[in-house]
Nanobody, 119 residues
Framework: QVQVVESGGGLVQAGGSLRLSCAAS????????MGWFRQAPGKEREFVAG????????YYTDSVKGRFTISRDNAKNTMYLQMNSLKPEDTAVYYC????????????WGQGTQVTVSS
């Protein structure tokens, strides 16, 4: 099972940037893809971005296209989310997870990292 640890969140003003990291480890570290998810207060957890681990192709939800960039470092087993032009509506706890081909998550969640964007 893959274990993940998210980091890099913080408080930033609207228009600012943050870079999140997701360090993955565990046995059988072979999977199709990984993704970033977020959960705002009172809302369900939603998919944000995903990356196919071997080929590096990416997929984004519409609300973050052009502002967020997902990437990975195979040697470090680490995934990143560069978030630019942040908006107050991006405020949420951000999580990473291994994902299925339809970008649905599987496996255990980490503790998440809080991102707060002030207006």
């Amino acid at each position: 099972q893959v274990q993940v640890v998210e980091s890099g969140g913080g408080l930033v003003q609207a228009g600012g940037s943050l870079r999140l990291s997701c360090a993955a480890s565990g046995r059988a570290f072979h999977f199709y893809a990984m993704g970033w998810f977020r959960q705002a207060p009172g809302k369900e957890r939603e998919f944000v971005a995903g990356i196919r681990w071997s080929e590096g192709s990416t997929y984004y939800t519409d609300s973050v296209k052009g502002r967020f960039t997902i990437s990975r470092d195979n040697a470090k087993n680490t995934m990143y989310l560069q978030m630019n032009s942040l908006k107050p509506e991006d405020t949420a706890v951000y999580y990473c997870s291994a994902v299925n081909r339809d970008w649905s998550p599987f496996g255990s969640w980490g503790q998440g990292t809080q991102v707060t964007v002030s207006s």
